[in-house]
């Protein structure tokens, strides 16, 4: 049986979808899927070696000021050890 191939937004490689966060921004802030909505995959290496590049894609992707990626940092670092 095939399993889900998805992509990261930051490098843009694909991956088993169950290797990769699942994230989205709901009012400025970046949470885990919350099952509704439209949502995005990183994988695990951006997370946690590519900060800068991260805020970068995010503030163009998700159409979001700088200032409120500018605290995603400590998310990424918290999801990539927790998740």
Not at 21 to 33: A, K, M
Not at 52 to 61: A, D, E, Q, T
């Amino acid at each position: 049986m095939s399993q889900p191939i998805r992509m990261c937004i930051i490098c843009r490689q694909r991956a088993l979808q169950e290797s990769l966060q699942r994230l989205q921004i709901i009012n400025g802030e970046l949470v885990p899927f919350s099952k509704s909505g439209r949502s995005f995959y990183i994988c695990k290496a951006c997370m946690t070696n590519n900060e800068k590049k991260v805020v970068k894609i995010l503030n163009n992707k998700c159409k979001t000021n700088h200032k409120a990626m500018m605290d995603f940092g400590k998310t990424f670092k918290e999801t990539a050890t927790n998740g």
